[in-house]
């Protein structure tokens, strides 16, 4: 059974950073993304990476501050995420599918795997 479990998340100021980490075990995906959810909204893209990395997106919210990666013999995926505003306070959500990247990667629809979400606090 695959699954994928998120570590990283915490609590932190404005202006500092993290790192989530996502480990899949026993497969690598196609497409692994970040999602999240703050209280009373709704899921919402964060973040993906095609299979080698080379393709990445964000969010425009994001965009300049977070960075995805992934390791690909380590079957992981990264969030970095620096500059840390009280507007990223969530519960992030790793999202996988064996899928290449498509137009679809901000769709959580599109995602077949999803862990269990670690939460991010940042405190202004």
């Known amino acids: 059974q695959v699954q994928l479990v998120e570590s990283g998340g915490g609590l932190v100021q404005a202006g500092g950073s993290l790192r989530l980490s996502c480990t899949s075990s026993?497969?690598?995906?196609?497409?692994m993304g970040w999602f999240r959810q703050a209280p009373g909204k709704e899921r919402e893209f964060v973040a993906a990476?095609?299979?080698?990395?080379?393709?990445?997106y964000y969010a425009d919210s994001v965009k300049g501050r977070f960075t995805i990666s992934r390791d690909n013999a380590k079957n992981t995926v990264y969030l970095q995420m620096n500059s840390l505003k009280s507007e990223d306070t969530a519960v992030y959500y790793c999202?996988?599918?064996?899928?290449?990247?498509?137009?679809?990667?901000?769709?959580?629809?599109?995602?077949?795997?999803w862990g269990q979400g670690t939460q991010v606090t940042v405190s202004s």
């Open positions: 999202a996988a599918t064996l899928a290449g990247i498509s137009d679809n990667y901000a769709r959580p629809v599109m995602y077949n795997y």
């Open positions: 026993g497969r690598t995906f196609g497409t």
């Open positions: 990476t095609s299979w080698s990395g080379i393709s990445t």
